[in-house]
């Protein structure tokens, strides 16, 4: 007896369907496709009519008959509700039927292949299907979400049928292998591109960029970081892990807008196109890659440069040699109207009572903005070395022009001139000190140089009137009469007091490093000249009276310059040192002074060692020379202290018509 088969054994394709009524029919082990029903009245369990008929295999089916059925689907029903992975299990059962094994009806040739006709019809249907819930992957619609998830599915029973296929001997439908994966994979190709062709900016934010080219890499751009988020965010969720559809997306769009990027760099491109191109190759892109939402699904690092390297430095080349020939250019007139004005005897503008030019803040201004420039289109800091380099040359320059302004000190202007570019000179030290991590080590170094340089001749011609004005004092120190007669030095103190309350017409930054420099030349030149040995101390007395009259100097002298404004406390403990060896007699004490001495001031020589001691005539030449052994001894066996240069200042560093 022939037995009807209630279970829903699957056929070689089938995968779990989206409803367990999602099929128009039922598939036996055989592979044959049989309509479902139900049961005649005739054929019912109970029914007096027929008890002779006997059911023996089939269970108690009297609860299935009491349940409400669900509604059975056909293909095209499927079809049309986008239950693609339900309407594609149909179609993989009927070519399982078609194109497996035998089933047990046989059906004419004519007919079974009018049944292949249709089902590839309705293959092309699927398909049809798949591909327009693909391209709508990146509408916010959430059904169009739900159909996309049916579509996955649907491909991946696809991909399964086509491997149980390479499994079997027998013949495979035209269609095997169908690669549906593949396909997939260039229908979102062809959407990320269609994507990018059509993306362009609001109204609103497109007026802000200067040419069409500025608004199209702009607007790919954004339509590239708003594609991405939407599909880490949404459509990440409708595809399986292992089919990476985050990292695929990202390789598209990646490939989609360098494929832009490069054909824009072929152009012929003005300088602001250039460097807004680069700005988005170096900057703007790797920014929306870095978007913490994306890392965590699509690694930026795989994706690579927008740009061939060689197309890179290409335009960095272009743009950095167009910033280097309009930062020279600008930076140079700025000189060269300065250098004329000096040459026309025009004196710089009072601001404030100190004299002013606005060279610094232009120079400045213009380099810095280059700076930034470089380090907004190219995002590499590192790159700025020829703005710096620029920077240099500019100094070198500069420096010229003061020299040509310190030997034409005929002209009247010469001095406030000098005045005003004090206070360049110290911004142009104060920014290089500031933005250090701007420039290279060696060219930070050299341009320190420079203005350091330029700040001591400038400070050294203003107070080159006062050293030669105070000529005839300095004559005095280190004399008898200056021993013997206070007023020696109270007329010093007197013409260096009236010099500082003349100086006027630099800042207060200016006008403080003026008196630090004056008070430091001031000291070394009272010690140059107690050391010119026109005294001989040839006692304890004589020694400890001279001692006194260093000391108070020294105090006196530290008074009057700080209360002024000088910064150089530190010289009054020089002189009182000099002093403290004066007055000791132990050979002991002048040995540890002396070393002390030289310890905090490693620039003092034997010859001035020397030159000291002679000032002491009781002191024989053998405790002079054992006192200058312990200092080179200490000197030899001892490292080299930091500390501020006073002994190796020589005459050089001084104006030269006061030094005799």
């Not at 497109?206 to 702009?218: A, E, F, G, H």
Request: aromatic share 6%; hydrophobic share 35%; glycine share 4%.
């Amino acid at each position: 007896m022939r037995t009807l088969r209630t279970s829903n054994t699957p056929g070689i394709g089938s995968t779990k369907p989206e409803s367990p009524v999602e099929h128009s029919g039922k598939t036996t082990s055989a592979g044959r496709k049989f309509k479902h029903f139900t049961l005649p009245p005739i054929l019912r369990r109970n029914s007096k009519s027929n008890s002779h008929v006997s059911f023996p295999d089939v269970p108690n089916t009297s609860s299935l008959i009491a349940a409400p059925q669900k509604e059975l689907l056909t293909f095209e029903q499927n079809l049309e509700r986008n239950r693609l992975s339900a309407a594609g299990q149909q179609l993989i059962d009927r070519e399982e039927h078609l194109y497996g094994r035998i089933s047990e009806v046989v059906q004419p040739t004519t007919e079974r292949e009018k049944e292949k006709e249709q089902l590839a019809r309705d293959r092309k249907g699927l398909l049809s299907h798949i591909d327009l819930a693909v391209k709508s992957s990146l509408s916010p619609d959430k059904d169009r979400l739900e159909a996309l998830k049916s579509a996955v599915k649907a491909i991946l029973q696809e991909e399964e049928q086509d491997r149980r296929w390479l499994k079997q001997e027998s013949k495979q439908p035209f269609w095997r292998p169908s690669e549906c994966r593949r396909h997939h994979d260039t229908v979102i190709q062809s959407l990320v591109e269609q994507c990018m062709v059509n993306a362009e900016l609001p109204p609103e934010e497109s007026n802000k960029l200067r040419s069409s080219l500025q608004r199209d890499i702009c607007g790919k751009g954004r339509r590239l970081q708003e594609d991405l988020l939407r599909v880490v965010k949404d459509v990440k969720g409708c595809y399986p892990e292992d089919m990476d559809i985050c990292n695929l997306y990202g390789r598209i769009y990646h490939q989609a807008f360098s494929a832009g990027m490069r054909k824009i760099a072929e152009y012929g491109l003005g300088m602001d196109d250039c460097s807004y191109l680069l700005h988005w190759v170096n900057v703007a892109y790797p920014e929306i890659l870095q978007n913490l939402e994306l890392t965590k699904a699509i690694n930026p690092e795989a994706l690579g440069k927008l740009l061939t390297e060689e197309l890179t430095t290409h335009l960095e080349n272009q743009y950095l040699t167009h910033q280097e020939t309009e930062v020279q250019t600008l930076i140079n007139k700025v000189l060269n109207v300065e250098e004329q004005a000096w040459r026309e005897g025009s004196v710089p503008e009072l601001r404030d009572n100190c004299y002013f030019s606005p060279l610094a803040i232009d120079v400045i201004q213009f380099v810095h903005a280059a700076f930034e420039s470089v380090e907004t289109v190219l995002g590499d800091t590192s790159k700025v070395q020829m703005i710096a380099c620029l920077l240099k040359d500019f100094l070198n320059s500069y420096k010229k022009f003061q020299e040509k302004v310190l030997k034409g000190s005929n002209n009247r202007n010469s001095g406030t001139v000098i005045m005003a570019n004090l206070s360049c000179v110290e911004q142009f030290r104060d920014y290089i000190v500031k933005k250090a991590d701007l420039f290279p080590v060696d060219i930070k170094e050299c341009c320190l140089s420079i203005v350091a340089d330029m700040k001591n001749c400038g400070y050294r011609y203003l107070t080159s009137p006062i050293h030669k004005d105070l000529k005839s004092q300095y004559r005095s120190l280190g004399t008898p009469i200056w021993l013997e007669k206070k007023h020696v030095f109270e007329k010093l103190l007197e013409g260096i007091n009236k010099h500082t309350q003349d100086v006027m017409g630099l800042t207060v930054s200016c006008h403080q490093e003026l008196l630090s420099q004056l008070h430091l030349e001031v000291t070394v030149e009272y010690v140059r000249r107690l050391l010119k040995r026109k005294i001989k101390l040839r006692d304890k007395e004589m020694q400890e009276q001279a001692a006194r009259s260093v000391w108070e100097d020294g105090q006196r002298l530290n008074q009057l310059f700080t209360e002024a404004g000088s910064r150089e406390e530190w010289l009054s403990d020089i002189l009182a040192r000099i002093a403290e060896v004066l007055k000791l007699q132990d050979i002991s004490s002048i040995q540890l002074e002396i070393v002390t001495l030289g310890q905090a001031y490693p620039d003092l020589s034997d010859v001035q060692v020397t030159t000291l001691l002679s000032l002491k005539s009781n002191l024989s030449a053998s405790a002079v020379k054992r006192i200058k052994k312990t200092l080179l001894d200490i000197q030899d066996t001892t490292s080299s202290q930091d500390g501020p240069s006073f002994f190796s200042k020589s005459p050089r560093t001084m104006p030269q018509d006061y030094l005799t």
